[in-house]
């Protein structure tokens, strides 16, 4: 076995933690969300426009990200994530007004956009013969962290002020300085890349596979909407039932704590058995029904629905980005982008009006209607294995 194919622990470490510490600061802001809506009388559509602000720099970007990062290497993309998302993220709770918040917020993103292609390619080069169990892990420790972010910052604005925020930039710079030593060496990534126009790959795709990368994007635009929705509005609609702040963060910390380790099992299914169809179809048959009840039940059993959902649903994302990378194996970090970036960005845009809605018709009908545009991306998805069949057809 070649050494480049060899499973790289080093490399598969160093993006998992830096993958979990990049994303406790993007999270933080959905943990000051019932701060925010106190102090500056926020609406719905508000809070919307501080998740389009984040997921727009985060996603739309993240694509250009990846052609950069195919091109010149991954080193120095890895390491700008956890050092800018620290600085601009960490000082949300003492800004003065909500414009600044949407600003910091679109700059702490787009550090991460420059961060995730990078962080996903490496379970790509360093996985080996199990890159969709590296591509879990990697995306494991996002999640774990994701989680936690919201759940350190409600400790803080708790248990010591929100005037302290801004300390926990030092693990992000901290971070940043361990991959630009221990990182991979631009060539050493750059070897593995295709040296014609990046986008040129998608171009010169067939149709069926071709067809297989929209139903992919189309598959992760349906799920971001629901996945946006419910991390931001879920702790205003779970504030009035009467529950703490601290107890949602623990619910928030669960949701992706354990989604991640979702994530980790699907990783592992998908490499022993490269039916990523059947594992994405059967996530989301379960977890649409599960979302549904829980806003339609009250108490512990709401919670436990909740989590179940998030545990289905967020199992769905690296079976995804694996699909994607074996789509455009020559091109890792791009495929990467397309589902951690493209698909997300316009459920971004799409989030500004319907935040709007939301004023209007509640969250809970709003959260119906979007479960029917995974109920559409269920249906849509039954014509992945007839392409994946024409494909082939094609080598």
């Not at 590296?134 to 494991?140: A, D, E, L, Q």
């Not at 504030?239 to 949602?248: F, P």
């Not at 493209?342 to 799409?350: E, K, N, R, V």
């Not at 545009?373 to 992945?384: D, E, P, Y």
């Amino acid at each position: 076995m070649s050494k480049e194919k060899r499973f790289n622990r080093l490399q598969i470490g160093l993006s998992t933690g830096s993958h979990f510490i990049t994303d406790v600061y993007q999270s933080i802001y959905i943990g000051l969300i019932p701060f925010f809506t106190v102090k500056f009388e926020l609406s719905l559509f508000q809070v919307s426009l501080m998740a389009s602000s984040s997921i727009l720099a985060n996603s739309l970007f993240s694509p250009l990200f990846g052609i950069l990062s195919d091109r010149r290497g991954i080193r120095y993309y890895l390491a700008a994530g956890p050092l800018f998302t620290s600085i601009f993220l960490s000082v949300l709770g003492v800004l003065p007004n909500f414009y600044l918040i949407i600003i910091f917020l679109f700059l702490g993103n787009l550090s991460i956009s420059a961060y995730h292609p990078a962080s996903a390619a490496i379970a790509g080069h360093y996985g080996g013969r199990r890159k969709g169990t590296s591509s879990s892990i990697i995306n494991f420790g996002g999640n774990l962290g994701n989680a936690l972010g919201s759940f350190i910052i409600i400790l803080i604005l708790e248990k010591i002020g929100i005037q302290y925020t801004p300390l926990i930039m030092i693990p992000g710079i901290i971070t940043a300085l361990v991959l630009i030593r221990f990182a991979p060496r631009d060539n050493e990534t750059q070897r593995h890349q295709s040296t014609s126009f990046t986008l040129g790959k998608i171009e010169n795709m067939n149709m069926a596979k071709l067809a297989m990368l929209c139903i992919i994007l189309f598959m992760v635009y349906n799920l971001y909407i629901v996945w946006i929705t419910v991390l931001n509005f879920m702790p205003l609609y779970y504030i009035e039932r009467n529950i703490s702040l601290i107890n949602i963060g623990s619910i928030i910390l669960v949701f992706g704590a354990l989604g991640g380790a979702s994530g980790l099992l699907s990783g592992y299914l998908y490499d022993h058995s490269k039916k990523g169809n059947i594992i994405i179809q059967a996530a989301l048959f379960i977890s649409i029904p599960l979302f549904f009840f829980a806003f339609r039940t009250g108490g512990l059993l709401s919670i436990i629905l909740f989590i179940a959902a998030g545990f289905f649903m967020i199992s769905v994302q690296p079976v995804c980005i694996r699909i994607a990378q074996d789509l455009l194996p020559g091109n890792m970090a791009l495929a990467s982008s397309l589902v951690l970036g493209l698909s997300p960005g316009i459920a971004g845009i799409t989030m500004i009006f319907l935040g709007k809605l939301a004023d209007s018709i509640g969250i809970v009908t709003l959260i119906n209607y979007e479960l029917l545009g995974l109920v559409a991306a269920f249906l849509v998805f039954m014509l992945f294995p007839v392409m994946e069949k024409r494909s082939n057809q094609h080598l």
